[in-house]
């Protein structure tokens, strides 16, 4: 790793999730469609942590799940799938539920873009929204998220690594850096 240009620690971060969450809440007062799907393989935790304070205000476990992009991807020729990679695994027929599909990193709208061409072709749902911990700019598509916990500005050359641990959220933080 580069060097560190910017950290987020770990209280500031789970204040977003928190906000976050409170806002699909106050848009979604009925929770009887809704569910968490985490992009593969950064937005899984992401969705974790999201679907967990969910449960906090709604009173009632949501259904969370994974999605793989990597078939939807457009750069399928130049990044090969991987030998071990996370399946698409939804816990609920998405054919008219509300997805929020979460991510860790929105950066060029791509892989957001190959998300909910997975989710599609598993069913039609009523809405997808987008919720991303770290927006970072740097849009190739027009894809904008729905709710947002940070915005950074950032150069192409510049890494944001996330890491949420669910089981010890004590070390989690956003880093940014120079490659």
Do not use: W
Not at 75 to 83: A, E, L, S, T, V
Not at 131 to 159: K, M, S, W
């Amino acid at each position: 790793m580069g060097k560190d240009i910017k950290k987020i620690e770990s209280t500031e971060l789970h204040k977003a999730i928190d906000r976050i969450a409170e806002s699909i809440a106050v848009r979604h007062s009925d929770s009887a469609t809704l569910s968490v799907v985490g992009i593969a393989d950064g937005g899984i935790s992401f969705a974790q942590a999201l679907a967990r304070r969910l449960a906090d205000i709604f009173g009632k476990e949501l259904p969370c799940g994974a999605v793989n992009t990597a078939f939807h991807r457009d750069d399928f020729g130049h990044n090969p799938i991987p030998k071990s990679f996370q399946r698409t695994d939804i816990p609920l027929n998405v054919e008219g539920a509300i997805v929020i599909l979460a991510d860790d990193v929105l950066f060029s709208g791509r892989t957001a873009r190959a998300a909910m061409n997975e989710i599609f072709d598993m069913g039609r749902p009523e809405r997808v929204e987008l919720a991303v911990l770290c927006d970072r700019g740097n849009r190739c598509l027009p894809i904008h998220a729905d709710y947002t916990g940070f915005v950074e500005d950032t150069t192409p050359e510049q890494q944001v690594e996330v890491v949420i641990n669910i089981d010890d959220p004590s070390g989690d933080s956003i880093i940014i850096y120079e490659k």
